[in-house]
């Protein structure tokens, strides 16, 4: 469902960020072989300019490889290509689209400027700049520089830190005059974030409300934890002036992208009930190291070449734990977990192909819908709370009334003991014990508490026991509570995991051993096998 909704937004908005370049729409195609400027000369905005000696490259594309040859993995560069407009074109209002370029730049047409995004940094200060990044390029072209019928020269001045490349449609093209057709053919991922920033939001104030009125459910404020810093993740790859430029916004994204991802597997930890303190710590330590490797970056080269790398290690660490523990979940309840599969198997795949993606630097690569992951996956969640609370209040009735028949049967079975022969003067306490542990089959046991309140000696009481009863008393405990179990699994449709924790067992895995050893089958089996005919 997930995977589905995925692919169906991402295709949603990549159509939409798409122009045809039938004649019907009025686009010229300006994909393919441009001109490529390695340094930043300003004689390359002229027409006249002589860019035969250069290297050509494949636009919409990157030139990273180039980029990473520069001091700070960052350089100004010219990109170039001839045009040719037919008269046809004479009565259109012609833009230039570029989609996403990173992450500042200028465009030229015909010697003429005519638009820009951000602020290219001047040789002095080659990190002072303004980031530009997901901003719509979309570019009037005044008809009055225009030649038609002839050659005209699109020249587009680049300035790129880290990310570089041009993604989107790259043409000449008639912008509708509606508005809304205009925007989404020009704004596709401008749009995914916005919408990003608000469901995260709104899950924020929602998780954080719920949180305050239930405090012992801390996966509510881990989920709110998550949401917040998705938030700003996706804050700080927009193009808002007042946030910090230069390695300072990289460092503050990984920062909070690898939080972000720790939270997540502490959330399914605590929501799936998975209590092991190593499962804390490790994380933890991972997180700490990190962390501190992406702080101390001392320049570019560092935090991309060095923190980089070990923080999509902890990003896919982190991931990859925590569908391991909804596999685990699914496996022992496949009842009540089987549909958080669909979030189990393709979120890490995105995580894993993202992270390929940023380990290669490759960001044009990502897709728009990027941030839009942890709003569809909380929406699983509540639907999944919602199916809880509803299937919760059927099966209360059923447990209630099962839970007396049984009640009843046990306080049968006492009675018909009372009535028994005298046991053995030795044994009267044991059977007093006996009496009392079917009834508070479902409480912790502690070997020394029963003892005291029956004033007997541990280990006597612990041989009397066994000579009487056939059994040590803790896995008479636990047969005990297998039977009730067996019960239930037959006339209830509780989960499997309601049923257990409800008779005693604290420990899933314990508790699936015990059952497996006493009826050589799984819960899941036996109630299969042994339901009732209606």
Not at 76 to 94: G, P
Request: glycine fraction near 4%; charge should be positive.
């Amino acid at each position: 469902m997930i995977r589905t909704l995925l692919v169906i937004s991402a295709a949603a908005i990549l159509s939409s960020c798409s122009i045809s370049s039938s004649p019907e729409s009025a686009a010229i195609d300006l994909s393919g072989t441009w001109k490529f400027v390695d340094s930043d000369l300003p004689a390359a905005s002229d027409p006249l300019f002589n860019d035969s000696s250069y290297t050509d490259i494949t636009m919409p594309g990157t030139w990273f490889q180039h980029l990473s040859s520069q001091k700070d993995l960052s350089g100004t560069i010219w990109l170039r290509k001839k045009v040719f407009i037919d008269e046809t074109f004479s009565k259109k209002h012609l833009s230039l689209l570029t989609g996403r370029i990173g992450i500042a730049n200028e465009v030229w047409f015909n010697g003429h400027l005519v638009g820009k995004n951000g602020i290219i940094p001047g040789p002095e200060n080659n990190l002072s700049y303004i980031f530009s990044w997901q901003h719509p390029r979309v570019y009037r072209i005044p008809g009055s520089i225009i030649r038609y019928s002839e050659d005209n020269i699109v020249a587009i001045r680049v300035f790129s830190h880290v990310i570089s490349g041009i993604k989107g449609p790259l043409e000449l093209a008639e912008v509708s005059n509606n508005f809304f057709t205009a925007f989404f053919k020009t704004s596709g991922s401008l749009l995914a974030n916005i919408l990003a920033i608000a469901f995260n939001g709104l899950f924020f104030i929602g998780l954080l409300l719920l949180f305050f009125s239930r405090r012992e459910k801390k996966e509510y404020l881990y989920f709110a934890a998550i949401t917040f810093f998705t938030l700003l993740c996706t804050l700080f790859t927009l193009d808002l002036p007042f946030f910090h430029d230069g390695p300072g916004r990289f460092k503050i994204i990984m920062f909070l992208y690898i939080l972000t991802n720790y939270f997540v597997l502490l959330a399914v930890g605590e929501f799936l009930e998975y209590k092991n303190k190593w499962f804390l710590i490790t994380p933890s330590v991972l997180l700490f190291i990190t962390e501190t490797f992406i702080i101390s970056a001392f320049d570019t080269r560092f935090l991309i070449y060095r923190a980089g790398p070990l923080a999509m290690f902890a990003v896919n660490i982190f991931i990859l734990a925590a569908a391991f523990l909804f596999f685990r979940s699914a496996w022992l309840d496949p009842r009540r977990y089987w549909y958080f599969l669909f979030i189990a198997v393709p979120i890490p795949v995105s995580v894993i192909r993202n992270s390929w993606y940023l380990m290669n630097l490759n960001f044009n690569s990502l897709p728009v819908t990027i941030f839009m992951h942890v709003p569809m996956v909380f929406a699983l969640f509540s639907m999944y709370y919602i199916y809880e609370f509803e299937s919760t209040r059927k099966e209360n009735a059923t447990l209630y009334t099962a839970l007396l028949r049984k009640a009843n049967r046990t306080q049968r079975i006492l009675q018909s003991m009372k009535k028994n022969d005298a046991k053995p003067d030795p044994r009267d306490v044991i059977y007093e014990v006996i009496e009392y542990l079917e009834i508070n089959y479902k409480e912790a046991y502690s070997r020394k508490e029963l003892a005291k309140k029956f004033g007997l000696n541990e280990d006597y009481m612990g041989q009397i026991f066994k000579k009487t009863a056939g059994l040590n008393i803790s896995n008479y405990i636990n047969a005990r509570r297998i039977e009730a179990v067996k019960e239930l699994l037959v006339e209830t449709d509780s989960k499997i995991i309601d049923i257990a924790y409800h008779v005693g067992f604290e420990n899933l895995t314990h508790f699936h051993r015990q059952f497996k050893t006493i009826t050589d089958l799984t819960p899941s089996q036996y109630r299969e096998q042994n339901s009732r005919k209606d």
